[in-house]
């Protein structure tokens, strides 16, 4: 091996030994990444192709001493360093360029106990992993609704989906964490074990430490449940979002329903000559029984005249996978987002008139919801602050042309400009995209203040960084 030019974390360069790479490689073989290795590719690429950095080192961990190891190197050389865990990010900040990208993609075991429904699950598993655990003793996570979403970064930031409603949001379901800290030390965070760090990692991020283990409480779905689409024509769209914002508010906590608006994909179940023109879609999923779900739906599925209703008793797992075509890696991605204490008349003409200038076929609007159990949690439980039930707008500009880039970005900064008023000011971390530095602090609110106070404590030197960063009082300086 030769010497390597990484880069720090004051943004400098400095000079590894061979010496100091080998003894390194020692402990992970085949495992510590440089350039010119085959899996280096693979392993930098993540879910975001807008996202191409190039890390000096990568190392892919496969237990916590690996994890310790690599923060200790980090920190005896002051490498800037980055975690991947699924790599599925909007901001891509499981990657940096030229410094150390500590990967935990491969640590993905999901232990299930099904008689104290529990999951010990590790922070390479995806949602898939998870579920195909759960489910096969009929219980689950509350978690997103795209199955190749990392475990990881979806609870640190919150995590909300199909199951919320009823069982709140993913950091709600966390019974405790092994963490690998900033001076490379392994702890266990809970409630009654370092309970400050433990309120952090429910909603503050990846800024405290590494998580190498996850403890999750679950809870009895499926393993079938009633979900499925109904596609409008887009002509409808004013009226039927009205009335599916009255039947939403009187369905019960177990039902969820969702709208999006884009161009139709090429869909089996609907008419040819409706693909490539606009549509909206309410998707919904029911946590209960086919029978109660049926009814709790009838409202929902009675609005208008729609061109497809798709609903119907489906696998949980087959219905947490029913978005991962439209949301594939490789394509380029941006992402806007706004809270609405309401879905008001002004914000859905706004979001029609948007639509109507889309400006790619795989760009959408997507509205979900947050509230029933999430919003049963006092705002200052967790870091996670957004505690009011409220409707959650996500513009996701996606694309494949590089020319397409300023078209997409200008389109979904434009809408989220336009919603500002209407919107109630707080953010969800995980929907936003790498150049809202500016907004962390009021995505918080008032647990900003205590967030920082906790990273001073775990990470003083702000070694993990590479996030949507709460800056330790010591760190400033070198962060900006």
Not at 193 to 200: K, R
Not at 366 to 375: E, L
Not at 447 to 458: C, G, M, P, S, T
């Amino acid at each position: 091996m030769t010497d390597l030019s990484l880069t720090t974390l004051e943004s400098g360069k400095t000079v590894i030994s061979a010496a100091a790479i080998e003894a390194l490689s020692a402990g992970f073989g085949d495992r510590l990444l440089r350039e010119k290795d085959g899996a280096y590719e693979e392993a930098r690429t993540i879910w975001n192709a807008m996202v191409d950095r190039k890390p000096g080192l990568i190392v892919r961990c496969a237990n916590a001493t690996d994890v310790i190891n690599a923060v200790q190197f980090a920190r005896a050389n002051n490498l800037l360093v980055a975690i991947r865990g699924g790599g599925h990010n909007i901001a891509g900040s499981a990657v940096c360029d030229g410094g150390l990208m500590i990967d935990l993609s491969q640590m993905k075991a999901v232990k299930v106990d099904a008689a104290a429904q529990t999951a010990r699950v590790e922070p390479g598993a995806t949602l898939a992993d998870v579920d195909r655990e759960t489910q096969a003793f009929g219980l689950a996570v509350p978690t997103g609704i795209n199955s190749t979403t990392g475990i990881a970064g979806l609870t640190l930031g919150g995590g909300f989906g199909w199951l919320t409603r009823k069982y709140g949001l993913t950091c709600d379901s966390l019974l405790s964490a092994d963490v690998v800290t900033a001076a490379g030390d392994l702890i266990r965070a809970s409630e009654t074990e370092n309970p400050d760090l433990f309120w952090a990692l429910r909603g503050g991020g990846g800024n405290f430490g590494i998580v190498t283990a996850f403890d999750f409480r679950l809870h009895k779905v499926g393993p079938e449940v009633l979900s499925g689409l109904v596609v409008h024509p887009f002509a409808d769209a004013r009226t039927v979002l009205r009335e599916y914002r009255d039947a939403f508010a009187a369905s019960p906590e177990e039902y969820t329903c969702w709208a999006v608006m884009r161009q139709a994909p090429p869909l089996p179940f609907l008419p040819a000559g409706w693909h490539g023109k606009e549509i909206l879609v309410l998707a919904m999923c029911y946590s209960g029984s086919i029978e109660e779900g049926e009814k709790a739906a009838e409202r929902m599925r009675a609005i208008g005249k729609p061109l497809a209703d798709v609903v119907g008793p489906n696998p949980f797992a087959g219905w947490q996978q029913a978005f991962d075509p439209l949301l594939a890696p490789g394509a380029r991605n941006y992402w806007k987002s706004h809270d609405f204490a309401e879905l008001s008349d002004a914000a859905i003409d706004l979001l029609l008139g948007a639509v109507r200038e889309l400006p790619g076929p795989e760009c959408e609007i997507f509205i979900g919801y947050v509230g029933g159990a999430a919003s049963r949690v006092p705002a200052g439980a967790t870091a996670f602050p957004q505690r009011l039930p409220h409707f959650v707008m996500n513009v996701h500009a996606r694309w494949r042309d590089p020319a397409m880039d300023k078209a997409c970005i200008d389109w979904a900064r434009r809408l989220f400009e336009d919603a500002k008023p209407l919107a109630i000011g707080t953010a969800y971390i995980n929907f936003m995209p790498a150049d809202e530095v500016d907004r962390v602090e009021a995505a918080y609110g008032a647990n900003y203040k205590r967030l920082v106070e906790i990273k001073q404590r775990y990470d003083p030197q702000n070694l993990f960084r590479i996030n949507h960063n709460v800056r330790p009082k010591a760190g400033r300086q070198a962060a900006e």
